[in-house]
């Protein structure tokens, strides 16, 4: 069975992500993931190990969860090539 498994392994299992409960302007709740530090350090390691590696593949213009770039630099890209051609 699986939990003979994760008995006999647990190391192979992410531990549990803990959830809060943000609250929202208009009243409501947002629910936010927080990771255990375990899962920030392994986060981390690929980052720094394969993001090296993979960054060369990249488009000069992917902006997408790539380090020093945000969505307002996708957007005042777009505007300047815009402004090119007459938008």
Do not use: W
Not at 39 to 68: K, T, W
């Amino acid at each position: 069975a699986a939990s003979d498994v994760y008995k006999r392994q647990p190391e192979l299992y992410a531990k549990a992500v803990k959830f809060v409960e943000i609250p929202k302007f208009n009243g409501g709740k947002r629910p936010l993931g927080i990771p255990t530090i375990e899962d920030r350090i392994a986060q981390m390691a690929v980052v720094n190990v394969i993001g090296p590696l993979i960054e060369p593949c990249f488009y000069e213009d992917s902006f997408g969860y790539r380090l020093h770039r945000s969505a307002h630099d996708a957007i005042a890209k777009a505007e300047r090539r815009g402004s090119m051609h007459g938008f």
